[in-house]
């Protein structure tokens, strides 16, 4: 237990940072280097969580002192496989741990999801979030929106798509995103679940905010929950695996099928029992959705109906999962978008055990789980690697910087992580043409080294 280990982390979000701090508890005789091919820190949560959701955003304060610490030494705009490969790893640290995390859509394979207004959720979530790597404007130019999926994300698109941007404008939204959907003129967002009402993916927290959106109608069809039994109970005929939070959301929805419409600029439809067939299309753009009526088929599964319906529709956002990116030299699990492992330990095609090399978080198990899920998660990957530590080959050579100097990498740290910061806070606190503005977020990449080094 007493070996000097050096470890590189690939990926700067909530699954990496704890994978580090997790680390440096268990074997405090450790140098770790944190990489992102980003130029700020935090991942997921400055590039996934929505704006107006300041109480995940904040699980950045934790992340943020356990880099403030020291021991875990941030290095962002550096990309895995372009300006450090894994022979780089390898003469460098005894292990690296992958954190990638996953950022890409599942595929949703219908007819006409690749029509012009068909979207993927993770990529306007990425817009919003104002990732450097995504363009500055997106089309809003659809007044009636079908978003695919019953999971959080797809309530986070449907919620920033309905509601006022103004009532963002407190938040880190940056400003072209501001100003975007500030000319959408959206009336209708549908969402649709395949499932009925007691299979959604939702939280009760998220769902409840819905129903708080100012000037947005919830409109709920009694016909979904017609097959359903009892009004409170409606989760399960017998009450079995029934937990406190389905009973929240069931008492959330029964209040919605009773409440009267306010005659709001926008509404919010949500819809279930039905599945996707087809994006309907006009000169190559989205002009409707075709889905099919599903049935209860008993624990959860559904039953063809042969019904089928269609919805004005001119922009469809599939919310229907995350998938993995493959990284290169690592085996990769195609189907289901993972880093191939055992525990957090990287195997190869046959199971054989890579030596130290580990992964965690969501390219570990796939993008399932709330964000604190990934503490556990490191803590098995950790335990992993501290009981290989014997068998860990010693790196050759000193420090990778040089390397990346010598690459001409432009490598942002954390010291340049704390001016980019208070320059962001510093632009917030400059805008005072609005209200009070959280910070003003720096999307463009070259802008956000620039400041970071200067
Ligand atoms: P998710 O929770 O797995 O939901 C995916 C949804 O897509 C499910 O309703 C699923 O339906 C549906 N779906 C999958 N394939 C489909 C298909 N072919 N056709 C129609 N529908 C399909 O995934 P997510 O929303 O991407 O969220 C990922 C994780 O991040 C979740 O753990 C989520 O809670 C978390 N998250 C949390 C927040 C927050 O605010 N707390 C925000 C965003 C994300 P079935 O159930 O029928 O498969």
């Known amino acids: 237990m007493s070996k000097h280990l050096k470890v590189a982390i690939i990926g700067a979000g909530p699954a990496g940072i704890y994978a580090g701090n997790i680390l440096k508890n268990q074997h405090p005789d450790v140098e770790i280097d944190l990489f992102d091919s980003l130029p700020a820190p935090y991942g997921l949560i400055r590039y996934g969580v929505a704006p107006d959701h300041p109480r995940i955003k904040g699980i950045v304060n934790s992340l943020h002192e356990m880099l403030a610490e020291g021991t875990i030494r941030f290095y962002g705009n550096v990309t895995f496989g372009t300006d450090l490969h ?37 990529d306007f979530v990425s817009w919003y979030d104002g990732h450097p790597d995504y363009p500055r404007t997106w089309p809003l130019v659809a007044k009636e929106v079908a978003v695919l999926g019953n999971g959080n994300v797809a309530l986070d698109v449907a919620r920033v798509l309905a509601k006022l941007p103004d009532d963002m404008l407190s938040t880190d939204i940056p400003a072209n995103v501001y100003e975007g959907l500030k000319n959408s003129p959206v009336t209708d967002v549908h969402v649709f679940g395949r499932r009925g009402p007691s299979s959604i993916k939702f939280t009760p927290i998220e769902l409840r905010e819905l129903g708080e959106v100012k000037d947005v109608d919830i409109v709920v069809y009694e016909e979904d929950f017609a097959a359903l039994p009892g009004k409170d109970s409606w989760f399960d005929e017998d009450g079995e695996g029934v937990t406190n939070q389905h009973k929240v959301m069931a008492r959330i929805m029964n209040e919605w099928r009773e409440r009267e419409l306010t005659g709001a600029p926008r509404r919010l439809h949500l819809h279930f029992w039905h599945k996707p067939v087809e994006v309907l299309g006009t000169d190559g753009k989205v002009s409707g959705m075709k889905f099919e009526r599903t049935a209860d088929a008993g624990a959860g599964a559904i039953s063809h109906t042969g019904e089928f319906r269609e919805y004005n529709v001119q922009a469809v956002y599939r919310a229907i999962g995350y998938f993995g990116s493959e990284l290169p030299g690592i ?69 990778v910087l040089t390397k990346l100097i010598e690459r001409g990498v432009e490598y942002t740290d954390w010291s340049g992580w704390l001016k980019l910061n208070e320059h962001e806070l510093s632009l917030g606190a400059a805008d005072t043409s609005h209200v009070e503005r959280e910070r003003v977020k720096v999307v463009d990449r070259d802008e956000m080294v620039r400041v970071s080094r200067d």
């Open 86 to 122: 894994l022979k780089d790893i390898r003469e460098h640290y005894h292990a690296v741990i992958f954190a990638t995390g996953a950022i890409k859509d599942a595929q949703l394979d219908i007819p006409g999801i690749e029509l012009d207004g068909s979207y993927g959720a993770a």
């Open 331 to 399: 085996p990769f699990d195609e189907k289901y978008g993972v880093i191939r492992n055992d525990g957090g330990r990287v195997v190869d095609e046959h199971g054989k055990r890579i030596t130290g090399i580990y992964a965690t978080g969501w390219i570990k198990r796939g993008p399932v789980g709330l964000i604190g899920h990934t503490k556990s998660d490191a803590m098995e990957t950790i335990a992993n690697l501290v009981s290989d530590i014997e068998t860990l080959v010693d790196p050759t050579e000193e420090s």
